[in-house]
């Protein structure tokens, strides 16, 4: 039987989707001073529950956008893995949300072979047609962020950083940043720039 995920790999179009999403979706970051907060949403996981965004206050949520076929999402998997086992003890919550049709058994299997074969330990969530990432999308941005998108939460619900695409090192910031929303507690009063350890978090890098 063919590794669905190979096929992916060695086809034409999966390369040139490949170079297009790194041509276009060059590294961008967003810090929360231009972000909006995420409407809520709910979907299913790869483990049978339904996870809404609302039930995970109190947490700090790394929400990740990715698809199989996309090389940088499967080359940040691993980093994001470690991020998880380091701080979910902590208060880290991992949304890593599939964009693909996992209605689709090759492309389901697809999935199960990636999370399965890197040991992913976080919850895959589903978002099959696109509704919360085109959601997402229009609330914060208003035009398309493209794969992968990595959106920080804080304890309070509100949208703290976003980066699109993934470079090696890009978990670095994830980290400090984690590290600084980790620290806060639900009821902190906003702080001026230039005490807000967010902002000292992002200087460094």
């Known amino acids: ?86 701080y979910k003890a902590s208060g880290l919550t991992v949304l890593a949300i599939n964009i693909e049709d996992a209605r689709n058994l090759p492309k389901k299997m697809a999935i199960d072979h990636v999370t399965q074969t890197m040991n992913l330990s976080f919850p895959i969530l589903y978002d099959s047609q696109k509704i919360v990432m085109n959601n997402i999308e229009s609330h914060l941005l208003g035009k398309n962020m493209g794969i992968p998108t990595s959106i920080l939460i804080d304890r309070k619900g509100k949208t703290r950083y976003l980066h699109q695409g993934y470079r090696e090192g890009d978990e670095n910031t994830y980290q400090r940043i984690i590290e600084s929303l980790i620290k806060e507690t639900t009821v902190t009063t906003p702080l001026p720039p230039s005490q807000d350890p967010l902002n000292e978090a992002l200087s460094e890098h």
């Open 1 to 86: 039987m063919k590794n669905p995920l190979l096929h992916h790999q060695q086809s034409p179009i999966f390369l040139f989707a490949t170079i297009l999403i790194l041509l276009i979706n060059g590294a961008q970051s967003y810090a929360d001073n231009h972000l909006k907060d995420i409407p809520d949403f709910s979907l299913d996981s790869q483990a049978g529950e339904n996870v809404s965004l609302s039930a995970l206050k109190g947490h700090v949520i790394l929400i990740n956008f990715w698809a199989t076929w996309c090389r940088p999402c499967r080359l940040e998997m691993p980093a994001i893995e470690k991020l998880y086992s380091k």
